[in-house]
């Protein structure tokens, strides 16, 4: 199975910052790895797939990049929307299927 | 537009069982894999399995943590998944959420989610 660690679990920013989540695979994964974000009581939503491709309608400051193992998600001007927590998740071993543990994005 | 809506959950005893569906809406339902994802209180998520599309066999995989109690199906003439849960332990507490999964085979993200279900084992 391949394990799926994400760091930080949490953080605090403010609006307007810069914000890196980093999402390490147990092995390579060659890019098929998609980023979630999930609100309070709510279903999580795709934000990014195959690494780095921008769902629709997903705002142009989220963006992904990375290759091997190593994989990142970054929002360039955090929001106060963005909020939430932040899921990766592997599909290019299954099964099983696997996610990050989250990273909880808090207001500063 | 696609919809996923979750039903069935509730409170049930350990060692009951539980059916939940998936009612989709919106898209060509037999194209799709379609994928059970869980959500303990407080807690991250957890994949549980999936059914493939009839166009790969139309075969499921699940987490070590269900297999041998969990059963998923499909009826494509309805557009609904199905997840049967039985033996039910406490640990399978959680919200359940249904998945459209983008991609081929198993090798899928979701990219549609449903609202979720909670299913509370509890005596």
């Known amino acids: 199975d391949i394990q799926m660690t994400q760091s930080p679990s949490s953080l605090s920013a403010s609006v307007g910052d810069r914000v890196t989540i980093t999402c390490r695979a147990s092995?390579?994964?060659?890019?098929?790895l998609a980023w979630y974000q999930q609100k309070p009581g709510k279903a999580p939503k795709l934000l990014l797939y195959?690494?780095?491709r921008l769902e629709s309608g997903v705002p142009s400051r989220f963006s992904g990049s990375g290759s091997g193992t190593d994989y990142t998600l970054t929002i360039s001007s955090l929001q106060p929307e963005d909020f939430a927590t932040y899921y990766c998740?592997?599909?290019?071993?299954?099964?099983?299927?696997?996610f990050g543990g989250g990273t909880k994005v808090e207001i500063k | 537009e696609v919809q996923l809506v979750e039903s069935g959950g509730g409170l049930v005893q350990p060692g009951r069982s539980l059916r939940l569906s998936c009612t989709a809406s919106g898209f060509t339902f037999g194209d799709y894999a379609m994928s059970w994802v869980r959500q303990a209180p407080g807690k991250g998520l957890e994949w549980v399995g999936f059914?493939?599309?009839?166009?790969?066999?139309?075969?499921?995989e699940y987490a070590a943590s269900v297999k041998g109690r969990f059963t998923i199906s499909r009826d494509d003439s309805k557009s609904i998944a199905y997840l049967q849960m039985n033996s039910l332990k406490t640990e399978d507490t959680a919200v359940y959420y249904c998945t459209r999964g983008r991609g081929y085979s198993g090798y899928v993200y979701g990219d549609y989610w449903g609202q979720g279900t909670l299913v509370t084992v509890s005596s």
């Open positions: 092995q390579g994964i060659s890019n098929s």
């Open positions: 998740q592997q599909y290019y071993s299954t099964p099983p299927l696997t």
């Open positions: 195959a690494a780095s």
């Open positions: 059914i493939r599309s009839k166009a790969y066999g139309g075969t499921t």
